[in-house]
């Protein structure tokens, strides 16, 4: 199990009326940053379910720093998305990489929380990680 903590901002969303593809929803870091983006969902369909969730195929969740660098980025074939409350979670395959390739994390399940002041990944079964040598003091 892998958790990581990214700062949030709270942005409010629009839950698409059809089927959407090819989407990207984006969010801001706070002041004095708020022209950069902290981190972008996209994916490359999107279809309405019941309680205002969202199935999400092609996931990509793309995470930066306040110069624009990347951080990481995660995809999954497939995920159900809570826009509204910041949730995206699924069964499937995750494959996580940092923005140097230095770290990289895969598992099968995974639950995504986007809150006010933080953001957190956890990836519950069969999780591999490789941290490549040099990342890590001695």
């Known amino acids: ?3 990581f903590i990214v700062a949030a901002r709270d942005i409010a ?6 089927r959407a593809s090819a ?3 984006d969010m801001y870091y706070e002041h004095p940053n708020e022209q950069q983006v902290q981190t972008r969902f996209s994916g490359a369909e999107a279809t309405p379910l019941p309680g205002g969730l969202l ?3 092609g ?3 793309e995470a930066f720093s306040t110069n624009g660098t990347l951080q990481l980025v995660a995809r999954a074939p497939q995920c159900t998305y809570a826009m509204l409350d910041g949730v995206a979670n699924s069964s499937s395959h ?4 940092s923005g140097d390739g230095k770290f990289h994390l895969e598992g099968d399940g995974f639950l995504l929380l986007w809150r006010k002041n933080a953001t957190s990944l956890t990836v519950s079964n069969q999780v591999h990680t490789v941290i490549e040598t040099g990342l890590l003091p001695p």
């Not at 969303?13 to 059809?18: C, E, M, T, V």
């Not at 995750?94 to 990489?97: A, F, G, H, S």
């Open 94 to 97: 995750l494959n996580m990489e």
């Open 13 to 18: 969303q629009q839950i698409p009326a059809g």
């Open 23 to 25: 989407f990207t929803t």
């Open 55 to 57: 199935d999400v195929k």
């Open 59 to 61: 996931l990509k969740v």
């Open 1 to 3: 199990m892998i958790l």
